[in-house]
Nanobody
Framework: VQLQASGGGLVQAGGSLRLSCAAS????????MGWFRQAPGKEREFVAA????????YSADSVKGRLTISRDNAKNTVYLQMNSLKPEDTAVYYC???????????????WGKGTLVTVSS
């Protein structure tokens, strides 16, 4: 599966953005989808994951209540709604696909090119 993330940009602290990740192919619904992010000089970290049918989600503690993952299997797209953004949310955001319910980046087989989110204070 090929993934393409979009929707990044510059936003003020407290603002909102919605990231999208479009997947190619007809196997999108077979994959657990995740969002990860990498800030300058830091390791890539897990943000959120969603199950194959969208019935279950899991988010990192640092983003709970502010960043929400969702998916639309009919559109082969996964989303990350980002509210109440903070400067520390500044990072390149990546979408990824895994065959298993997992939150570690090494277990995600497919990755999209990232999209940059910059939150100004």
């Amino acid at each position: 599966v090929q993934l393409q993330a979009s929707g990044g940009g510059l936003v003020q602290a407290g603002g909102s953005l919605r990231l999208s990740c479009a997947a190619s192919g007809r196997t999108f619904s077979r994959y657990v989808m995740g969002w990860f992010r990498q800030a300058p000089g830091k390791e890539r970290e897990f943000v959120a994951a969603i199950s194959r049918n969208g019935g279950s989600t899991y988010s990192a503690d640092s983003v709970k209540g502010r960043l929400t993952i969702s998916r639309d299997n009919a559109k082969n797209t996964v989303y990350l709604q980002m509210n109440s953004l903070k400067p520390e949310d500044t990072a390149v955001y990546y979408c990824a696909a895994s065959p298993n319910w997992d939150f570690h980046k090494t277990n995600y087989d497919y990755w999209g090119k990232g999209t940059l989110v910059t939150v100004s204070s």
